[in-house]
């Protein structure tokens, strides 16, 4: 086949396959609400990708390529065992950790502290508390705990008076752990109302939250072995 033929039919076959951008557009911010596009790309299976910033931060759904279905739910890869969303929202989603303002953070470290970790936690939160058991095995790490009492509001005052405890990375530990209240009053200046302000405009939704050195988030309890797995990155940064 002449060559000049066969470019032809490839722009021919490359216009077939564009989306449909402005229609993708319109489809997906009309189904959801209003809600903003911040931009489409590629994906699996021939699919597209639609960016959607809410309240929670960047979500993700796909479409094909004139919007005539929409797809919301996670592609996972199970030949790589990869859940391919999720990966993709922990990169859409990131932080610069180094911006986090860590002077409104309760700082607990083991060991030598090398590796470094970002957690907004309610110490009400019962997977809060099964997390703080596996954070005790760690070593050899820093953990800024952005105390985020949400799910108990009416009980706030427990978190400001860790803040206002002589030492307040074990005030922390024994509330989050064993729900023991601290005996320091909660009156001192404190960052907690900050806090719960600083998690939702990170789109913070569920406790615990993990940022690590990378500035990728994690929500929800992470096995030990994957934290572990999580925090090797971060060390060979």
Known sequence: MPRFLVCILTLVLAAAARADEAQIRRVVEAQLEGAK??????????????????????????SDADAAHLFIGRIYDTKAERDITSERLRKLNAVKFDTLPFDQAVKIQHGKGRRVLA????????????????????????????MFPVIRPDLADHSKAVWCSADRGKAWVELALNGTVPAAKPTCANPVEKNVELGQKLGVSATPTLFFASGERVSGVLHPADLAEELGKTAKR
């Open 119 to 146: 957690m907004f936690s309610d110490p009400h939160c019962p997977y809060c508390r099964q997390f703080e058991q596996t954070l005790q095995q760690l070593d050899d790490v820093t953990i800024y705990v952005f």
């Open 37 to 62: 596009v911040e931009g489409i790309a590629p994906a699996p299976l021939g699919l597209y990708e639609v960016r959607v910033r809410t309240p929670r931060g960047v979500q993700v759904v796909y």
